[in-house]
């Protein structure tokens, strides 16, 4: 059994990298069983969410462990989050119109669907097994990937509710809710992502991989017979056509004086990134508190919080800088940025290009407030995206074959890998 079971600090993500290191060769054979405590998975979702540690290095140390083919499935895993990553920054729009379906649906659903809604996302379905899952994400903020799929095609194609509310509830609720892959996995389920392919819970997949005993009280089980779940036909609401890949640098140009740098969820590994040269700038530290929906989960919130603090304590450290400025949960975002960068005399704030969520939302008022006061807002992205994000046009097995020639995964522990 893995230890700390959600790290949420760099050092607690790299030692459970390590515990996990044995067990990474049997991960395409067990990772599907769904059990107490989740042996067979790595438990790293949430710092890779939030890049206390990156899907390179990741990938780095256990290829570096395992022959290439032992690890084959786990290797596809992490790239996965990739290309969910790079499928959404080529089409930001789906995000928009998700965002903006959930909102829609709060204010026109009919109370019914609305009441049921509730209702099964706080585990009262009456079908004890997905309210089981359903208290576990409430409690710990996680789920196992296989119980994540048959919940949500619980929702959609048995109880028949909205898409869109489930993914907000999951976004809501889970420590590695990440706009991508939570958003295009669920559009998976339902339909969408792939034309012509849905994902149906059935009775038989849960006896197969589910703990027994999760099974043992059988209120409900009758409803997710075989026979009995039929697909809903989902409407697409969104457009998907592909946008080109926005140019974003991959280097910091210009001067380095007088700079901020803007730390933020969505990368909480500023010191090993094309800004990790910086020295002495203004640390200027935005949390989910003051960026997200205010619904969003307490056990969520807390983890953020513990994440955030590990990441100004690096940050000082790295940047030789005083403790971070935070914005007041008062202000908007772009004014507390601002007033912070006025103060410290700042004449550019420099950060890690967030992906596309809210914080990415928020980037053009951010950049209109600091050009009216005569202030360069400057982002940068890591190579490693820029180079497999724009692969990601087409389907994930297309990707895959390009990041599987392209990709050299090198012995040295210490080598990064290196995008051809």
Same mark, same amino acid.
Do not use: Q
């Given at each position: 059994m893995l230890t700390n079971p959600h790290p949420s600090t760099r050092g607690e993500a790299l030692a459970r990298l390590e515990e996990f290191l044995p067990m990474a060769g049997s991960y395409g054979r067990d990772r599907n069983a769904v059990l107490p405590g989740h042996p067979n998975v790595s438990r790293l979702s949430a710092a890779l969410r939030s890049r206390l540690i990156t899907e390179e290095e990741v990938l780095r140390r256990v290829l570096a462990v395992h022959p290439f083919p032992a690890v084959e499935k786990f290797v596809q895993e992490v790239v996965w989050r990739t290309y969910w990553k790079g499928w959404l920054e080529l089409r930001p729009q789906v995000w928009t119109n998700y965002r903006e379906r959930v909102v829609w649906l709060r204010q026109n659903a009919p109370e019914p669907v609305l009441r049921r809604a509730e209702e099964v996302a706080a585990g009262r !379905?009456?079908? %004890?097994?997905? *309210?089981?899952? #359903?208290?576990?994400? &409430?409690?710990?903020?996680?789920? +196992?990937? +296989?119980?994540?799929?048959?919940? #949500?095609? $619980?929702?959609?194609?048995?109880?028949?509710?909205?898409?869109?509310?489930?993914?907000? $509830? $999951?976004?809501? +609720?889970?420590?590695?809710?990440?706009? %991508?892959?939570?958003?295009?996995?669920w559009r998976w389920v339902a339909g969408l992502q792939t034309p012509g392919k849905v994902? &149906?819970?059935?009775?038989?997949?849960?006896?197969? $991989?589910?703990?027994? !005993?999760?099974?043992?009280?059988?209120?409900?089980?009758?409803?997710?017979? *075989?026979?009995?779940?039929?697909?809903?036909?989902?409407?697409?609401?969104? *457009?998907?056509?592909?946008?080109? &890949? =926005? @140019?974003?640098?991959?280097?910091?140009?210009g001067p380095t004086d007088a700079l901020g740098l803007w730390l933020h969820d969505e990368d909480g590994l500023p010191?090993?990134?094309?800004?990790?040269?910086?020295?002495?700038?203004?640390?200027?530290?935005?949390?989910?508190?003051?960026?997200? *929906? =205010? !619904?969003?989960?307490? @056990?969520?919130?807390?983890?953020?919080a513990r994440a955030g603090a590990d990441v100004r304590v690096r940050a000082e450290s790295q940047f030789q800088s005083g403790a971070p400025m935070e914005p007041s949960a008062e202000q908007p975002l772009a004014e507390s940025l601002v007033q912070s960068a006025r103060l410290h005399g700042c004449q550019r704030l420099v950060g890690l290009a967030p992906a596309v969520g809210p914080i990415s939302d928020q980037v053009g008022g951010i950049r209109r407030r600091f050009e009216a006061q005569g202030i360069e807002l400057v982002l940068v992205r890591r190579r490693w995206d820029s180079a497999l994000w724009a692969w990601a046009h087409r389907g994930f097995f297309p990707f895959w074959e390009k990041v599987h020639a392209r990709l050299k995964f090198q012995s040295d522990p210490d080598a990064s890998i290196r995008v051809l």
């Open positions: !379905s009456g079908v %004890a097994v997905m *309210d089981r899952f #359903a208290r576990e994400l &409430l409690t710990t903020g996680y789920l +196992h990937n +296989h119980a994540r799929m048959w919940w #949500a095609s $619980f929702w959609i194609h048995v109880e028949r509710l909205p898409w869109e509310l489930g993914a907000d $509830f $999951f976004f809501r +609720h889970l420590l590695d809710a990440d706009p %991508a892959s939570n958003t295009l996995s994902y &149906l819970i059935r009775r038989s997949n849960l006896e197969r $991989f589910a703990d027994p !005993s999760w099974l043992d009280d059988t209120s409900g089980l009758g409803r997710l017979d *075989d026979s009995r779940v039929v697909a809903v036909a989902v409407e697409e609401h969104a *457009d998907t056509k592909v946008r080109p &890949l =926005p @140019v974003v640098p991959e280097e910091l140009h010191e090993r990134s094309p800004l990790g040269h910086l020295k002495r700038p203004t640390l200027m530290a935005t949390t989910l508190e003051s960026e997200a *929906d =205010p !619904s969003m989960s307490l @056990v969520v919130r807390a983890w953020r």
